[in-house]
C-alpha cells in the first residue's frame, strides 16, 4: 500500500495492518477534519486569550503566557483555569468558541471519502459538541457521524489522558482493536495505539503560522502508524476503501 508522507520509526519495526479490519473510525476535530486556512482555531485561540485577560483583568501579553502554561501543565487552557480558579467551563467553551464560521468552506472532496467508509464515524473532541457541530455543517461533513463525544462528555478531561479514551470507547461500545484513529497532535494518539487502534497523524499541508511548530512537524514513533497531510486523499487512496458515493 502506498503511503502519504509516511516515515517508517527508526529502529522500530511497524506492523500496518491497513484498515480492512476497521469498524469504527474516530477523528478529531479542530486541525485535523479542516485545514488552518480556514481560519478558526486563530479565532478560538485569541478568544481563549481573551478571557484570561478579562477574568485576570491582566494584558494581552501576560495573558498569553499564561495561556500557554496552562496549555503546557495541564493539557488545554479550560482544564487548568479549572483546576487553579474552579471556572465554569460551560462559560468558558461558549465564550471560546463564539467565532465566525463562514470563514470555513464546504469540503466536497472529504465528504465523499468519509462518506464512504464503511462502519461507524466519530468525532472525539477536546472542544464543545456545538463547536463540532457547526464546523460539520460548515464542511457539509455531518450526516455522516453518527455522535460527538466533547470535553463535557469526557468530564472536562481532555485528550490525552487515558481516562477521556476509556469514557469513550466504553459509551459507544467500540473495540479498541477494530477502530482508526485520526489526529492532528502525536501525543493523542499514543493512547489509542496501546489500546489497539490504528493511528493516523494528520499534518497541515502547509506551515501553520499561529500553531507551535513542533506540533507540525513528522514523528517517528512507534505509536504513529500513518502520517497524511491530504486527508480526503488518504481515505481514498491509503485505506483500501476506494472513493465511493458518499452516504450517511
Same mark, same amino acid.
Request: glycine residues 8%.
Given at each position: 500500500?502506498?503511503?502519504?508522507?509516511?516515515?517508517? %520509526?527508526?529502529? &522500530?519495526?511497524?506492523?500496518?495492518?491497513?484498515? $480492512? @479490519?476497521? /469498524?469504527?473510525?474516530?477523528?478529531?476535530? *479542530?486541525?485535523?477534519?479542516?485545514?488552518?486556512?480556514?481560519?478558526?482555531?486563530?479565532?478560538?485561540?485569541?478568544?481563549?486569550?481573551?478571557?484570561?485577560?478579562?477574568?485576570?483583568?491582566?494584558?494581552?501579553?501576560?495573558?498569553?503566557?499564561?495561556?500557554?502554561?496552562?496549555?503546557?501543565?495541564?493539557?488545554?487552557?479550560?482544564?487548568?483555569?479549572?483546576?487553579?480558579?474552579?471556572?465554569?467551563?460551560?462559560?468558558?467553551?461558549?465564550?471560546?468558541?463564539?467565532?465566525?464560521?463562514?470563514?470555513?468552506?464546504?469540503?466536497?472532496?472529504?465528504?465523499?471519502?468519509?462518506?464512504?467508509?464503511?462502519?461507524?464515524?466519530?468525532?472525539?473532541?477536546?472542544?464543545?459538541?456545538?463547536? %463540532?457541530?457547526? &464546523?460539520?455543517?460548515?464542511?457539509?461533513?455531518? $450526516? @455522516?457521524? /453518527?455522535?460527538?463525544?466533547?470535553?463535557? *462528555?469526557?468530564?472536562?478531561?481532555?485528550?490525552?489522558?487515558?481516562?477521556?479514551?476509556?469514557?469513550?470507547?466504553?459509551?459507544?461500545?467500540?473495540?479498541?482493536?477494530?477502530?482508526?484513529?485520526?489526529?492532528?497532535?502525536?501525543?493523542?494518539?499514543?493512547?489509542?495505539?496501546?489500546?489497539?487502534?490504528?493511528?493516523?497523524?494528520?499534518?497541515?499541508?502547509?506551515?501553520?503560522?499561529?500553531?507551535?511548530?513542533?506540533?507540525?512537524?513528522?514523528?517517528?514513533?512507534?505509536?504513529?502508524?500513518?502520517?497524511?497531510?491530504?486527508?480526503?486523499?488518504?481515505?481514498?487512496?491509503?485505506?483500501?476503501?476506494?472513493?465511493?458515493?458518499?452516504?450517511?
Amino acid at each position: 500500500m502506498k503511503m502519504i508522507d509516511t516515515v517508517p %520509526a527508526a529502529g &522500530v519495526e511497524k506492523t500496518r495492518r491497513g484498515f $480492512a @479490519h476497521v /469498524e469504527t473510525w474516530i477523528f478529531d476535530l *479542530d486541525n485535523t477534519l479542516y485545514p488552518h486556512e480556514a481560519q478558526l482555531w486563530p479565532q478560538v485561540d485569541e478568544r481563549i486569550t481573551l478571557f484570561v485577560c478579562d477574568f485576570f483583568g491582566m494584558d494581552g501579553l501576560s495573558a498569553r503566557a499564561l495561556q500557554k502554561y496552562y496549555y503546557h501543565r495541564y493539557g488545554t487552557t479550560l482544564r487548568g483555569l479549572m483546576e487553579e480558579q474552579g471556572i465554569d467551563p460551560r462559560d468558558f467553551l461558549a465564550f471560546a468558541h463564539s467565532i465566525d464560521y463562514s470563514l470555513l468552506a464546504p469540503d466536497p472532496a472529504l465528504a465523499t471519502a468519509i462518506g464512504a467508509l464503511p462502519g461507524r464515524k466519530l468525532i472525539l473532541t477536546n472542544g464543545s459538541r456545538g463547536h %463540532a457541530e457547526a &464546523v460539520a455543517e460548515r464542511l457539509g461533513i455531518g $450526516a @455522516h457521524f /453518527e455522535d460527538i463525544f466533547d470535553i463535557a *462528555d469526557a468530564g472536562f478531561v481532555p485528550k490525552p489522558e487515558p481516562a477521556t479514551y476509556a469514557s469513550f470507547l466504553d459509551r459507544h461500545g467500540i473495540e479498541a482493536s477494530r477502530a482508526a484513529m485520526f489526529e492532528d497532535l502525536a501525543k493523542n494518539l499514543a493512547e489509542p495505539h496501546r489500546l489497539g487502534m490504528t493511528t493516523v497523524l494528520v499534518l497541515p499541508k502547509t506551515p501553520d503560522p499561529f500553531r507551535e511548530l513542533h506540533e507540525q512537524e513528522e514523528v517517528v514513533a512507534s505509536h504513529i502508524e500513518y502520517t497524511t497531510r491530504d486527508l480526503s486523499g488518504f481515505l481514498v487512496r491509503d485505506t483500501g476503501i476506494g472513493g465511493a458515493d458518499a452516504g450517511p
